[in-house]
């Protein structure tokens, strides 16, 4: 695996405007990549969906979280043959809660390394705009076009055969998806056969 990033890692940590305890991080990075059972993470869905989730929102250095979040797949990246690239500019600043941020990036990036081919690029940029669009590129197969409106729904699957196989339990897209309505923003994907797919998170500024 291969992990490129815009600039060095900063010693400064502005997720949510605190720091976080190393051994605080170290336990919230176990619990992430600790597979949890389809029904906690249907209840997590649930609970997402339904509002019953409190959004600490702050501002987030962008770049220094996906270089945290893109850290914490190095292994599974290199198992893939897939390269992880932060484009993100040292600096970017988005407006967010940074644990659901970090979970939305998290499911994005998991599933650009599942899907993409061995020797393939998992890309992360922000463009800036009237609202903050956080880039989740990868140069994989694609997703047939008859698939993409359901991309969203629960335990909704392209390939159920790939996705059991890969751990996968149907629900990451749709956590994404509720997390990023619950910001004020949304989540979109452009896709194409044989070239790959793009999801953009979107996000509103501060006012």
Known sequence: MTFFSNGNRRASRNRS???????????????????????????????????????????????????????????????????????????????????RLEQMLTNLIDNGIKFSREGGTVTIRHEAGSRDRIVVEDNGDGIPAQHVERLFERFYRVDRARSRDMGGTGLGLAIVKHLALLHGG???VDSELGKGT??????????
Do not use: W
């Not at 290199?78 to 407006?95: C, F, I, K, R, W």
């Not at 793009?198 to 006012?207: A, D, E, V």
């Open 17 to 99: 405007n605190e720091r976080r305890p190393a051994f605080r991080l170290a336990l919230d990075r176990l619990e992430d990549r600790t597979m949890p059972s389809t029904l906690s993470i249907s209840a997590n869905a649930s609970a997402i969906e339904g509002g019953n989730v409190t959004l600490r929102a702050a501002t987030v250095d962008l770049h220094e979280l996906v270089a945290e979040v893109c850290a914490s797949f190095a292994a599974k990246a290199t198992a893939h043959g897939v390269s992880l690239v932060n484009q993100v500019e040292p600096d970017v600043m988005v407006y967010a809660d940074g644990r």
């Open 186 to 188: 949304e989540v979109t």
């Open 198 to 207: 793009i999801f953009t998170i979107h996000l509103p500024k501060r006012s």
